[in-house]
Nanobody, 112 residues
Framework: QVTLVESGGGLVQPGGSLRLSCAASGIIFSTSTMGWYRQAPGKQRELVATITSGGSTNYADPVKGRFSIFRDNAKNTVYLQMNSLKPEDTALYYC??????WGQGTQVTVSS
C-alpha cells in the first residue's frame, strides 16, 4: 500500500518561509519522480515542482527562485522549501509520486 504523508503547512506572514515534508512508503522511493502540486479554493490543482530520481528539478514559473524541491532517499522523504511567500501561494499542497499516488495535502496560508 502506497502512503504519502505531508506535513509542515501552517499560517505564515507574507515574506516568510515554510518547509513542507512528504514521507513516502510502499514505493521504491529512490527511483520515483516526486512532485508537489497545490490547489487554491476555486482553482484547479497546479504543478509546483518536481524532482526526478537523478535529482533533476522543474518548477512552475510563479515559484521559480523562491521555492526549492529536494529529496532524502535515506528517509524516503521529499521536501519543498518555500521562501518569500506571497498571499497567492495560499493553497492546499499535495505530494505525489509519478502523478499517480497522492497524499492528503497540507494547508499553507499566507496572510498578515
Amino acid at each position: 500500500q502506497v502512503t504519502l504523508v505531508e506535513s509542515g503547512g501552517g499560517l505564515v506572514q507574507p515574506g516568510g518561509s515554510l518547509r513542507l515534508s512528504c514521507a513516502a512508503s510502499g514505493i521504491i522511493f529512490s527511483t520515483s519522480t516526486m512532485g508537489w502540486y497545490r490547489q487554491a479554493p476555486g482553482k484547479q490543482r497546479e504543478l509546483v515542482a518536481t524532482i526526478t530520481s537523478g535529482g533533476s528539478t522543474n518548477y512552475a514559473d510563479p515559484v521559480k527562485g523562491r521555492f526549492s524541491i529536494f529529496r532524502d532517499n535515506a528517509k524516503n522523504t521529499v521536501y519543498l522549501q518555500m521562501n518569500s511567500l506571497k498571499p497567492e501561494d495560499t493553497a492546499l499542497y499535495y505530494c505525489t509520486s509519478w502523478g499517480v499516488h497522492w497524499g492528503q495535502g497540507t494547508q499553507v496560508t499566507v496572510s498578515s
